[in-house]
């Protein structure tokens, strides 16, 4: 059984960093690409960032504060949150396009998600 499982959320003071990390287990034979989104209570899903290949993207809100890298031995994902900010409270979820060893396609796996909290 293929699965993410996220870690590393918690609570942080505005100012604050944090350092979630994603890990994929099961019969993987490759991961096409990984990214972190997150859900603040009251908002919709959104991407906060992601890599492929050796290609990253960020959300605006996020540019210069959070860095995304991955594992690829450990197929493992993070992303450093710094400078963190009340408005990044929300649940973090991680998010992998994959592919099994029996060449069944995972286009959009989703981890159960981790909480982060800024405050003071």
């Known amino acids: 059984q293929v699965q993410l499982v996220e870690s590393g959320g918690g609570l942080v003071q505005p100012g604050g960093s944090l350092r979630l990390s994603c890990a994929a287990s099961?019969?993987?034979?490759?991961?096409?690409?990984m990214g972190w989104y997150r859900q603040a209570p009251g908002k919709e899903r959104e991407l906060v960032a992601g890599?492929?290949?050796?290609?990253?993207n960020y959300a605006d809100s996020v540019k210069g504060r959070f860095t995304i890298s991955m594992d690829s031995a450990k197929k493992t994902v993070y992303l450093q949150m710094n400078s963190l900010k009340p408005e990044d409270t929300a649940v973090y979820y991680c998010?992998?396009?994959?592919?099994?060893?029996?060449?069944?396609?995972?286009?959009?796996?989703w981890g159960q998600g981790t909480l982060v909290t800024v405050s003071s």
């Open positions: 099961g019969s993987i034979f490759i991961i096409n690409a």
């Open positions: 890599i492929r290949g050796g290609s990253t």
């Open positions: 998010n992998a396009n994959l592919i099994v060893t029996t060449m069944v396609r995972y286009p959009e796996l």
